[in-house]
Nanobody, 127 residues
Framework: QVQLVESGGGLVQAGGSLRLSCAAS????????MGWFRQDLGKEREFVSG????????YYSASVTGRFTISRDNAKNTMYLQMNSLKPEDTAVYYC????????????????????WGQGTQVTVSS
């Protein structure tokens, strides 16, 4: 089992930045691929970014490439998402997720590839 807790969401103006954190406990964090997803009201949950166990492989959706950076600190059992140049369309609840069966990658982008989920943190970008 892996327990995931997101933090760092909030309200920010367009063009601003936020850093999300995902703290993990339970199963060894360093052996699992992690991902960030987001879901806005009335929309499907969508992939944002993912990172393999070592951080050597990272993958981003087209909508955030060049603006968001994913990273992890295995010593702290924590994954991060640095979000810069935020846009109103980035508004959503952001979830972190863990894929227990695929530590090395490639990074999956489908929700059903991930086994554990956090409760989410709200990010609101005002125009």
């Amino acid at each position: 089992q892996v327990q995931l807790v997101e933090s760092g969401g909030g309200l920010v103006q367009a063009g601003g930045s936020l850093r999300l954190s995902c703290a993990a406990s339970g199963r060894t964090f360093s052996n699992i691929t992690m991902g960030w997803f987001r879901q806005d009201l009335g929309k499907e949950r969508e992939f944002v970014s993912g990172i393999n166990w070592s951080g050597s492989t990272r993958y981003y959706s087209a909508s955030v490439t060049g603006r968001f950076t994913i990273s992890r600190d295995n010593a702290k059992n924590t994954m991060y998402l640095q979000m810069n140049s935020l846009k109103p369309e980035d508004t959503a609840v952001y979830y972190c997720a863990a894929d227990r069966d695929n530590p090395r990658g490639p990074i999956p982008s489908r929700t059903y590839d991930y086994d554990y989920w956090g409760q989410g943190t709200q990010v609101t970008v005002s125009s």
